[in-house]
């Protein structure tokens, strides 16, 4: 039981480690609403496209 709880709380503390990096670079709403506009078009593709693929087929049934 010990060890779960170092790992949860080492988990949490990376977390917010990354949460704080991430939000000294983010400057508006903008920013991050499109992560600001750093990712590369074959990336936005690649998601949009997964995105459709799991979920149109399951709005047909």
């Known amino acids: 039981m010990r060890v779960e709880l170092i790992i ?3 988990y949490f503390l990376v977390m917010l480690l990354i949460g704080k990096v ?3 670079r983010v ?3 903008s920013d991050y609403l499109a992560g600001g506009r ?3 078009m074959w990336l936005i593709t690649s998601t949009l496209l997964m995105t459709l693929w799991i ?7």
Do not use: D, R
């Open 27 to 29: 400057k508006t709403s």
């Open 8 to 10: 949860i709380i080492c």
């Open 22 to 24: 991430i939000n000294n």
């Open 55 to 61: 979920v149109v087929p399951s709005l047909s049934v």
């Open 38 to 40: 750093i990712m590369p």
